[in-house]
């Protein structure tokens, strides 16, 4: 039983120190994954203060060259077509409820529901519905390559 207690320290040292571990590798990630939803939070407000202000011109930076949105009622624009003839009326600052972020490389996948007054192509918008914005970092700027907008259509 005496030669035992050693192996037995050292094995419960070892335990807790991979748990110790583990605990400061799961401490790091959720501290990224805090860092990334913030960012990705503050990418979103910036795109909609853009959208906001009605400009094409202050849009047309924030969306890559292969940029495309799906609607609900399955309209689906270029990045021509949606600063051209597609960028909402948005009336109020909207917020950004169950926001999801997840990160592959360069790219970023959002999802949220927004809480939003915008009128789209003439027709009201119904609030609180699903979104998914898909952005792409080069350079440390966020660009959005991809979007759908699932809100129902008046």
């Known amino acids: 039983m005496k030669n035992a207690i050693p192996s037995l320290l050292l094995c419960l040292s070892l335990l807790l120190g991979g748990t110790a571990a583990q ?3 799961l401490g790091k990630s959720t501290e990224a994954g805090l ?19 009605g400009d094409p011109q202050k849009v047309a930076p924030l969306l890559e060259p292969v940029f495309q949105v799906q609607r609900a009622d399955g309209a689906v624009y ?3 077509g949606y600063l051209a003839r597609s960028i909402p009326v948005v009336r109020d600052t909207p917020r950004f409820e169950h926001l999801r972020v997840t990160r592959q490389g360069p790219i970023v996948v959002t999802t949220m529901r927004l809480q939003i007054d915008e009128t789209i192509d ?18 440390g700027v966020w ?9 129902q259509l008046r």
């Open 122 to 139: 003439g027709k009201q918008a119904q609030s609180n519905a699903p979104q998914l914005v898909v952005f792409r970092i080069r350079g």
């Open 23 to 25: 605990a400061r590798d």
């Open 35 to 53: 860092a990334l939803q913030q960012q990705a939070q503050a990418a979103l407000e910036h795109l909609f203060e853009a959208i906001r202000s």
């Open 143 to 151: 660009r959005v390559i991809a979007a759908a907008n699932f809100a």
């Open 78 to 80: 270029d990045r021509e």
